[in-house]
């Protein structure tokens, strides 16, 4: 068995949301007065694991765990140990705000992890607490720092621009990932969840605009580098970094799509920009240990994938879900 969609695309990509809990707020992300999942609704790490294994016996070579901010779930270093050793993963790894990385970045090498995604949107440290309304960029760049010195081999910076509050930090972010050899991407902002402290549309930067931006102070070219996921890679001649453009809204990537996302309380999300989902947390609790079902279950979901997202109807956002909650 392996997993094939209607539309032909195989699905070899798994995001694992651990948590919708996170130490930040990130504007673009978050209300501020957030409710979040009972812990009884979230599944549990032994559920989760039971996920990651049954993907990976249906031809998923890829996972990256994510939240929430995956590093502030408890006992998430079992979760990576047990996922690292999976034989058929080609790869495991995460997304994380870093606030945390300087405590775990050993743990995670030992378990396999070998690049990482930091999500990072300036370095002006008054901005960023006022970004993510809790941060503190030191603990983030020391935490990146950590990550480097444990032997993660690729750092990839992730930087969402809001045009009001970061674009002056495009030029500095690229400065910063070109001194230190980071990769780093730049992604559109999408409508989910409603926000209260921007308009979506006022502040959105398309990708093209900031290439223009950064193209005006460095040389950059395309590049063929693919990761299988939406990034575009340009590079910038004399540098080994690579500058990503993830561009829901300008540029299409769905005919290529390769992933599927679960939920931190157990829905199989087959779309970020669309509701359709199946859960898997119900069939694990009504029928526990029985992998084949579950595998079964996940192979009929391929059906309902939808062909491409949509993020707008008639102008209006229409999903309702923040970020944190559909895991990043
Ligand atoms: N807490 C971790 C982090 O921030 O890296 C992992 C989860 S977070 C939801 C994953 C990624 O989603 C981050 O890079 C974040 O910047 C991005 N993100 C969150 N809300 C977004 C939105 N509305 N539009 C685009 N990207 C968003
Ligand atoms: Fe937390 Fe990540 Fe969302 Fe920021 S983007 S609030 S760090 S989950």
Redesign the pocket.
């Known amino acids: 068995m392996k997993l094939t969609d209607a539309f032909g695309r195989d699905i070899t990509y798994l995001r694992l949301s651990v948590t919708d809990r996170?130490d930040y707020r990130?504007v673009?992300?978050m209300a501020e007065d957030m409710v979040f999942l009972p812990r009884a609704q979230v599944l549990t790490l032994e559920e989760s694991i039971e996920i990651c294994e049954a993907f990976a016996e249906l031809g998923v070579n890829k996972i990256r765990i994510?939240?929430?901010?995956?590093l502030v779930r408890r006992g998430i270093t079992t979760l990576f140990e047990q996922v690292g050793q999976i034989d058929s993963l080609n790869e495991l790894t995460l997304?994380?705000?870093g606030s945390q990385l300087s405590k775990y970045a050993q743990e995670l090498a030992q378990s396999g992890v070998k690049r990482i995604?930091v999500?990072l949107d300036t370095l002006d440290p008054e901005q960023f607490t006022d970004l993510t309304r809790f941060g503190k960029l030191q603990d983030v760049l020391e935490g990146i720092e950590a990550a480097r010195d444990a032997g993660i081999e690729r750092v990839k910076l992730?930087a969402?621009i809001l045009r009001n509050r970061n674009l002056d930090q495009v030029l500095p972010l690229v400065e910063y990932a070109l001194a230190h050899e980071l990769d780093i991407s730049f992604?559109e902002?999408?409508p989910?969840g409603q926000v209260t402290e921007h308009g979506r549309q006022s502040e959105f930067c398309s990708s093209s605009e900031l290439r223009e931006l950064i193209g005006q102070q460095y040389n950059l070219s395309p590049s063929d580098h693919e990761t299988g996921g939406p990034s575009r890679y340009w590079s910038i001649a004399g540098s080994g970094s690579k500058i990503g453009f993830i561009s829901p809204h300008s540029e299409n990537f769905c005919s290529s799509c390769n992933r599927v996302r679960v939920t931190a309380e157990g829905k199989l999300l087959l779309c970020l920009g669309n509701e359709n989902a199946v859960d898997l947390k119900a069939v694990i609790r009504r029928y526990p240990g029985e992998r084949e079902k579950l595998k079964q279950v996940i192979v009929d979901a391929m059906t309902v994938k939808p062909e491409k997202h949509h993020f707008y109807e008639d102008d209006a956002p229409q999903i309702i879900r923040f970020?944190?909650a559909t895991g990043?």
């Open positions: 996170c990130c673009y992300c994510t939240g929430g901010e995956p997304t994380t705000n995604n999500s992730n969402v992604i902002e999408m989910l970020m944190n990043g």
